[in-house]
């Protein structure tokens, strides 16, 4: 099949697939037509970089959660937001934490998800559950047979990951704060919001109090997001052990063995 005819049927099916649509769909639907796996990579590469690079295209070819979808650019935002589209809800902070407890911990279950979070989470897991952002995976072997959580392809795809390992490290978020709060001198002047660190001057004109609420809900959230990596990824603790002087040890075992001289006198 000729590169150009190939292109095009992979955007029309990535187009009318609501799910990110994967390599290995594309090549069953495409085994009769003398396809190969390198034909398929090297037409998704082309379709890549096509909408990557010219800015006439609103959307852009993503590569998320296993698959391939189109989404559109950031600097569309603004204009389809104008459109009224309902929101969905957003995830709270006690979601968000189990969230990320289950991601980084997985398979995990329940009792250890409470442990490290302090609190009941049944009602966050039904929450998660219905969200299809966490799946039940088995039962533990063990007494109680407790059910095993794992995130899904749909976690992935909300949080633009093409794999488990895309996921940022504990070094990541620490980097990323030095980044922000380069250069400050007191405990206070690290707490300043990156706002402050960066020119507001494009943002004058449409700068709101709102934003500035959200922009110190997300920074407080930054934080208890790294404490809460801290718990997940404890550093080892390094055991101290003593060693003894020689020449006090010397002088201990000559005393321990030099016995009291007994003169005879009594008094």
Do not use: C
């Amino acid at each position: 099949m000729e590169l150009i005819k190939l292109k095009a049927i992979l955007e029309s099916l990535i187009l009318v697939t609501e799910e990110p649509f994967t390599l290995g769909t594309m090549t069953l639907i495409l085994e009769n037509d003398a396809v190969t796996k390198a034909d398929l990579e090297t037409a998704l590469e082309e379709i890549k970089k096509k909408y990557d690079e010219d800015d006439s295209f609103g959307f852009y070819l993503a590569e998320v959660a296993g698959g391939y979808q189109f989404r559109t650019k950031p600097f569309t935002s603004e204009y389809i937001q104008r459109l009224n589209i309902p929101k969905p809800s957003k995830l709270s902070q006690q979601s968000l934490e189990t969230l990320a407890i289950i991601a980084y911990r997985q398979p995990i279950v329940r009792s250890e998800i409470e442990e490290l979070r302090g609190v009941d989470s049944g009602g966050v897991l039904k929450t998660l559950l219905e969200r299809n952002l966490v799946k039940i995976i088995g039962k533990r072997d063990e007494p109680g047979n407790p059910l095993i959580y794992a995130t899904t392809s749909k976690f992935l795809e909300l949080f633009n990951l093409t794999s488990l390992k895309d996921l940022p490290t504990l070094r990541d978020y620490e980097e990323l704060e030095r980044d922000h709060y380069k250069g400050a001198a007191t405990p206070e002047e690290e707490q300043k919001p990156i706002l402050e660190e960066i020119s507001a001057a494009p943002f004058e004109q449409k700068w709101s109090t709102e934003d500035d609420t959200m922009l110190n809900d997300l920074t407080d959230s930054m934080k208890k997001l790294r404490r809460l990596e801290k718990d997940i990824f404890p550093k080892p603790v390094e055991q101290l052990v003593a060693v003894p002087n020689p020449e006090t040890s010397a002088t201990g075992e000559e005393d321990a063995g030099t016995p009291t001289e007994d003169t005879g006198e009594s008094h």
